[in-house]
């Protein structure tokens, strides 16, 4: 079973997917390690990945995996956030990322890092391709796939929904405030019974229910 925080992945969980024979999916993608700076396929691929994952539900990418299903490692000293620090960035928007640390000791005394990028809400995200212009992806079992016209037209209708959503939620707090404010007994007050008011929570309860 594939975990879903960064704190459930440990080696025991590695081998179990590898010795089972876990194909790669929606939720993970394995990688033997970061693009050479001259491949720039490879460097595009990674880039692709981290949208497709912000664009869909999340995923985890675990670095140290070699092709044939073995656990390779990395190298220790190797500063692995900083390298992958800049593929994120150049989604469209900047994707959002976490890594377990730290990563993952094999008895040699390599590593094996382990990359978390959940679902987005400034989805949908795009990368840059030479050839084509601004590139959309989606992560499905098939691995990256491209979105439809319409899926990439309901994400930046739910995006600008989202950011209207979250205007009315700082207006419908800034009005909880207020009122709360009006019925603050001064201490020189010669009442001893609490004012009491009643606060709206619609909003409050409609975005709180579309958190994920």
Avoid at 16 to 29: P, Q, V
Avoid at 101 to 120: A, R, T
């Amino acid at each position: 079973m594939v975990p879903d925080v960064l704190e459930e992945w440990n080696i025991d969980t590695l081998r179990n997917l590898l010795t089972k024979g876990y194909f790669e999916s929606e939720a993970f993608d394995f990688k033997e390690t970061l693009p050479r700076s001259t491949d720039e396929s490879g460097k595009l691929r990674l880039v692709k990945t981290c949208c497709a994952f912000a664009n869909s539900g999340g995923g985890f990418l675990i670095f140290g995996v070699s092709n044939n299903g073995s656990l390779e490692g990395l190298d220790p000293n190797f500063d692995f956030p900083e390298q992958f620090g800049s593929y994120p960035q150049k989604c469209m928007p900047t994707v959002t990322w976490d890594f377990k640390n730290p990563p993952i000791s094999l008895e040699d005394g390599k590593v094996i890092h382990i990359v978390y990028i959940p679902k987005s809400w400034n989805a949908a995200h795009s990368c840059e391709v030479a050839s084509d212009g601004l590139c959309f992806v989606k992560r499905t079992n098939k691995g990256n796939e491209p979105m439809s016209y319409e899926e990439i037209r309901l994400a930046f209708l739910q995006y600008y929904e989202k950011r209207l959503k979250l205007q009315l939620l700082k207006a419908e707090l800034d009005n909880i405030k207020k009122h709360a404010e009006e019925l603050i007994i001064p201490a020189h007050a010669a009442s001893t019974q609490p004012a009491m008011g009643d606060f709206s929570l619609t909003v409050l309860e409609t975005v709180y229910g579309e958190v994920p």
